[in-house]
């Protein structure tokens, strides 16, 4: 069992830059990865970036990169998720995802077993 909460969201203007957090409590030492959802009104849910938790690795979604940074500290069990250069299509609802199941790759939500509640991410323009 892991539970996962989000924090950090908020609203912010464009152009200004938010760090959510993400903490894991639980059995947490069988985390493979984390990752890092987000999901805007009347759209799929799509992957921001994940971490492979012991490793370090990174991977992000071509809409992410250059403007987000993912990160964890492994001895606090949690997982950050910095957003620069806001834009007002950052707006949804982000969401931190655990995968405890051994695979060869993390990009698409089923291969994570647990999620947090989300926080909300609202840019202004």
């Known amino acids: 069992q892991v539970q996962l909460v989000e924090s950090g969201g908020g609203l912010v203007q464009a152009g200004g830059s938010l760090r959510l957090s993400c903490a894991a409590s639980g059995r947490t030492f069988s985390t493979y990865a984390m990752g890092w959802f987000r999901q805007a009104p009347g759209k799929e849910r799509e992957l921001v970036a994940h971490?492979?938790?012991?490793?370090?690795?990174?991977y992000y979604a071509d809409s992410a990169k250059g403007r987000f940074t993912i990160s964890r500290d492994n001895a606090k069990n949690t997982m950050y998720l910095e957003i620069n250069s806001l834009r007002p299509e950052d707006t949804a609802v982000y969401y931190c995802?655990?995968?405890?199941?051994?695979?060869?790759?993390?990009?698409?939500?089923?291969?994570?077993?647990?999620w947090g509640q989300g926080t909300q991410v609202t840019v202004s323009s």
């Open positions: 971490i492979r938790w012991s490793s370090g690795n990174t």
């Open positions: 995802a655990a995968g405890t199941n051994s695979a060869s790759s993390y990009y698409t939500a089923a291969r994570y077993n647990y």
